[in-house]
């Protein structure tokens, strides 16, 4: 694992005709909306009403087919095969563009308009399949690497594709003939390139199909809110679109305005933005260690705060010079700040919405998936529509541009502590990620051992304070763990070990009523279908050898078999929060800060076999001599 690289997808039939054909829509989408702003805004001769009309009513008819057709769509993508209607999609696709063809032609806003509904109902159809589709060509442990090259490669495509539609239509002359030739020609490619992606089967072939929108919009929104932390991810995605929403839909007049910049300016900001999406959406992979880390989401949300506010005070007030090149902006006092925070902007959004995006993939039920990110496309959409309004009633009331980001930073800070209180998990995951990303290199072995679902018991070697996060850390599956009390009381750490709903437990001679308690509760969750991890030597080490494993791992089997997971953590003995200092009476710090670890996974053993003996055998193996 540790060699694996999310680019090595890009070199597999699985995943890179998909990846490549999400790039060539999103790259048509934009190059088709770009070139018919410059073609009303420059080349139609229309007064500045009739344009500041079109360019309002443009983003709406846009987003309207998400409203009327999401659930339809989520639909569909359950009920027939993905590749399939991925095809059918681009084929419409060239149909439309061969509308804006002769729209460019002719000169004919209305049928131009009607062209970007039809793209909007395009990109409406696409979005639940898009998403969908990926847990179904990759493995659970790819999830986040590819849907970060997807945001990545969605990124730079709509980069480019504005560039390339406004650039060929603003060609003297030929304009309106090269934009065509050119959404013509990638709408093309896009469908010839769909037909080398891999069947994806139905997950709900049996699925009668709902005809009435609103029914199924209330059926589908059903689904987002069944499990609370997909509707939390959802709501936090909506966010984001909201928040990127204000921001974006400011930028052409904060350049022109504040930063006194041409066009290439413009480009300018929005090319270090994609950039930086770009750049963020391929770390989380590395940074979350190929899992579902949802941990990275409260990092990328106080990135985001930070730097939106940081823009205001790079430049809160006007330009005091107009008409800058690209270079000379550069060059001028104080850009590099706000280059960078545009650029880190666009980094910690990769943080924020990848691993949200990966969560929803992976916690959501596989034949609802589609039909949950179709009610995610309407609550994305309710949100943009929020976006807008807010901007024009803040620029109402008088407020700059530099002044609206700044109002919308603090409301992230406002609505990232109301969803981290509703859903705890998101803070806790954060807090463990930090504290053990900071602390040590992890390494894993064969965590496919772990079962992917289903009730099972893991035990583990128990040698520093932060076993349980590590072991949270690296496991993909949420974990019940059963710890000694005095550690689960521990400061700081409590927070995150009542948000993991660990199971604190006591000696028979200390507190007989929580030991009977712990029993009861790992009998419930072994019960509820739910992973518990206990580490059965009682305490932790005070040597670096295994201590023997005590009966209760028996008692539990007993009560509830199911199949048991040894593991064994390497490298800990000696690290950071390993063992006491016996003169002094605490950890010892620094000692070995920033080890080198490893996680290492057995295979299971049927409840009917295990014993306390033969999993201390087992965990004893795995771990070797590397204490």
């Not at 039809?118 to 690497?145: C, D, N, R, W």
Request: with cysteine; charged share 15%; proline share 5%.
């Amino acid at each position: 694992m540790s060699g694996h690289s999310q680019f090595a997808l890009l070199r597999s039939r699985r995943f890179a005709p998909f990846f490549a054909t999400q790039a060539l829509g999103a790259f048509n989408d934009n190059a088709f909306r770009q070139a018919l702003v410059v073609l009303v805004a420059f080349h139609l001769g229309l007064s500045d009403a009739q344009v500041g009309f079109y360019s309002n009513l443009a983003p709406a008819l846009f987003i309207l087919p998400f409203f009327l057709f999401s659930a339809s769509a989520g639909q569909l993508a359950e009920k027939f095969e993905k590749t399939r209607l991925i095809r059918y999609v681009k084929l419409f696709e060239i149909g439309a563009m061969a509308l804006a063809a002769w729209g460019f032609h002719s000169g004919n806003v209305a049928l131009l308009l009607g062209v970007l509904f039809l793209m909007g109902l395009h990109s409406t159809v696409f979005g639940p399949i898009k998403y969908a589709i990926l847990p179904q060509m990759l493995k659970s442990e790819e999830l986040v690497g590819g849907n970060g090259l997807v945001e990545m490669g969605t990124s730079l495509a709509i980069l480019t594709g504005m560039i390339a539609g406004g650039a060929l239509m603003a060609l003297a002359g030929v304009g309106p003939g090269a934009a065509s030739a050119l959404v013509i020609g990638v709408a093309i490619a896009g469908y010839l390139v769909s037909r080398a992606i891999p069947p994806a089967p139905p997950t709900a072939p049996e699925l009668r199909f709902e005809w009435n929108p609103l029914v199924e919009t209330v059926r589908v929104l059903g689904f987002v809110r069944r499990d609370r932390t997909v509707f939390n991810a959802v709501l936090g995605i909506s966010w984001f679109w909201f928040f990127g929403g204000v921001f974006t839909a400011q930028l052409p007049n904060y350049t022109k305005l504040y930063l006194g910049g041409t066009d290439t300016v413009a480009i300018l900001v929005l090319a270090l933005f994609s950039i930086g999406v770009g750049a963020g959406s391929l770390l989380c992979e590395r940074l979350s260690g190929r899992k579902v880390e949802i941990g990275l989401v409260p990092f990328g949300s106080i990135g985001l705060s930070l730097f939106g506010i940081d823009l205001y005070f790079a430049r809160p007030e006007l330009a005091t010079t107009q008409g800058l090149g690209a270079f000379a902006f550069l060059a001028a006092p104080g850009s590099w700040r706000i280059a960078l925070d545009l650029t880190l902007l666009g980094v910690f959004a990769g943080f924020y919405i990848v691993p949200l995006f990966a969560l929803v993939q992976s916690r959501a039920r596989r034949e609802e998936l589609s039909r949950v990110i179709a009610g995610n496309n309407i609550l994305n959409a309710l949100f943009m529509v929020a976006a807008a309004a807010l901007g024009i009633g803040l620029t109402a009331l008088g407020l700059s541009i530099p002044q609206i980001f700044l109002v919308v930073a603090l409301l992230n800070v406002a609505v990232a502590a109301y969803i981290y209180t509703l859903v705890p998990e998101f803070l806790m995951r954060f807090l463990s990620w930090l504290l053990v990303s900071l602390l040590y290199r992890i390494r894993s072995e064969d965590l496919e051992r772990v079962p992917e679902d289903g009730p099972a018991l893991l035990v583990c070697n128990h040698v520093s304070y932060m076993d349980a996060l590590i072991v949270a850390g690296v496991v993909r599956r949420p974990l019940r763990f059963v710890m000694y009390y005095r550690i689960f009381d521990i400061p700081l750490l409590r927070f995150i070990f009542r948000t993991a709903k660990a199971i604190p437990i006591a000696g028979r001679h200390e507190d007989p009523a929580l030991l009977e308690r712990a029993f009861d509760a790992i009998d419930q969750a072994l019960a509820d279908g739910e992973l518990v991890c206990i580490f059965p030597e009682g305490g932790l080490t005070r040597d670096g050898a295994i201590a023997p494993f005590r009966s209760g791992v028996e008692r539990i089997l007993a009560r509830h078999p199911v199949p048991v997971v040894p593991l064994a953590l390497r490298g800990l003995w000696g690290s950071v929060f390993s063992r006491r200092d016996s003169a002094l009476g605490r950890a010892r710090l620094p000692r070995r800060f920033r080890a080198h670890i490893a996680l290492v996974v057995g295979t299971p053993v049927a409840p009917d076999e295990a014993s306390a003996a033969l999993l201390e055998q087992r965990v004893k193996a795995l771990r070797g001599s590397w204490a």
